[in-house]
């Protein structure tokens, strides 16, 4: 089956629109005492979103801001000189504020209300 140009035009707008309106926010304030990896997968293990090796503690900056996630999608943080200590988020149709908090021995990865990361 052969499409016009206009046709395809037409359904690649329309695919445009629907991904960009599906599109959830995502913000992740840091507190952390430590160079730290962030990074977002589709929760089956495919990385999304890579924000690589950050320095976590500019105290409550929001230092990692994404404003196209899918509808399902986890967000991954760990030490880089611990990488066993990987931890998420997983986060199904919302946007979401994270917030990486302590130090080495305790951390936490969590998510807080949305105003906070304004």
Known sequence: MK???VT??????LFIVVHVTQAYNVSIL??????????VTDCNGKVIRNAGRKDCYPFWDSIFRWNEAPDLYCVHAYPITRPKDNKYVMVQKDD????LSGDLRS???ETISKDECN
Do not use: P
């Open 3 to 5: 499409y016009s140009t």
């Open 8 to 13: 395809r035009i037409i359904i690649i707008i």
């Open 30 to 39: 840091l507190g952390f005492r430590s160079i730290c990896k962030i990074y």
């Open 96 to 99: 979401v504020c994270i917030n």
């Open 107 to 109: 951390w936490k990865i």
